[in-house]
């Protein structure tokens, strides 16, 4: 956890430099991936759907569909 002194002098950074932290810091994820542990209920609701995709093709979405509709949503 930061400490609250680092985080009041990191605040008092130009929004450019917060932008540059952030992006560097995000990039710096990609070198250490994070896997969270999933809550017993989580992890039942996920096997759930994934058994429903299972039993159930047709009534999936692709991820272009799913976002194509969210698009289409915005528009209106």
């Not at 985080?7 to 995000?26: A, G, N, P």
């Not at 809550?39 to 991820?63: F, G, K, Y």
């Amino acid at each position: 956890m930061v400490d609250v002194a680092t985080l009041d002098s990191l605040k008092q950074l130009s929004v450019e430099d917060r932008r540059e932290l952030i992006e560097e810091l995000w990039l710096s994820l990609v070198d250490e991936p994070f896997v969270p542990e999933l809550s017993e209920d989580l992890q039942q609701e996920l096997e759930r759907r994934r058994d429903a995709v299972i039993r159930h093709p047709e009534r999936s979405r692709t991820w272009d569909e799913v976002f194509a509709r969210i698009r289409s949503r915005a528009r209106s």
